[in-house]
């Protein structure tokens, strides 16, 4: 009965000392769940309406990971989710430092259609991994960025994914 107890009792920390507890960060035109011990900078800092840094987890970690949501206004273009999917992956290829695109897709969710697209490329010291939500409504382009170390994805996957599929326009 003991070891029984002590089973019990390890699997019930373990399974509780791993659940993250989450937030909402709920703004007039758009809300964003992320996890509490991740920082919120609404500062407008490079035309971010926020970014959600990860925690430094060691000395060495000299990367946050990150997601950031921008909103770009389109109307004297007046182009279209295509059109804009199209203009961005062509940027991927030509901009980016070794920019590779790995997926590239049309999805739905409880915002309505939306493009999703995952590419590698170098920035400075790092190479990164971006997934990106494109949204384009009424001539205004709705950006989600989530950016990774490639040798962390594995780790934070999974939470970054959450981020973006937790994001709701008003």
Known sequence: MKNLTFTLSFLFLTTFSFTQEWKTLDEENYLIEYPENWEVNTSGAMNTQVILFSPIVSKEDLFRENVNYIIQDLSEYKVNLDQYVEASEKQVETLVVNGKILESERLENKNGTYHKLIYTGTQGL??????QYFFVKDNIAYVLTFTCEID???????????????????
């Open 126 to 131: 790092f190479d990164l991994q971006f997934m």
């Open 152 to 170: 962390q994805v594995e780790s934070y996957q999974k939470t970054g994914e959450r981020i973006l599929n937790s994001f709701l326009l008003k």
